[in-house]
Nanobody, 120 residues
Framework: QVQLVESGGGLVQPGGSLRLSCAASGSIFSIGAMGWYRQAPGKERELVASITSGGSTNYADSVKARFTISRDNAKNTMYLQMNSLKPEDTAVYYC??????????????WGKGTLVTVSS
């Protein structure tokens, strides 16, 4: 019923910036916590940043002071502003969310991912 679609990925040079978006669509009662994950070649998927419905945030040490996660609850959209990008940030970035389809029940859903490549 609910789908997440990421956008904003692409090729950037080291030191550059990108802003990723994750838009939720479908029949949504509300959205709880959301997060950005990434998976680099040969690596396991890791949590990059998360944000609660109230706006409390958490970041992986590797991206602190460089990335900013935010959300617009009215638009059911989450963002990841990525600055000072490094080659090590190259990965497929995935959006994750827990959404409530009624007042009592929730499901966890993943987007299909967007590729970020940082290279000169």
């Amino acid at each position: 019923q609910v789908q997440l679609v990421e956008s904003g990925g692409g090729l950037v040079q080291p030191g550059g910036s990108l802003r990723l978006s994750c838009a939720a669509s479908g029949s949504i009662f509300s959205i709880g916590a959301m997060g950005w994950y990434r998976q680099a070649p040969g690596k396991e998927r890791e949590l990059v940043a998360s944000i609660t419905s109230g706006g409390s945030t958490n970041y992986a040490d590797s991206v602190k002071a460089r990335f900013t996660i935010s959300r617009d609850n009215a638009k059911n959209t989450m963002y990841l502003q990525m600055n000072s990008l490094k080659p090590e940030d190259t990965a497929v970035y995935y959006c994750n969310a827990r959404y409530y389809y009624n007042a009592m029940a929730s499901r966890n859903v993943w987007g299909k991912g967007t590729l970020v490549t940082v290279s000169s």
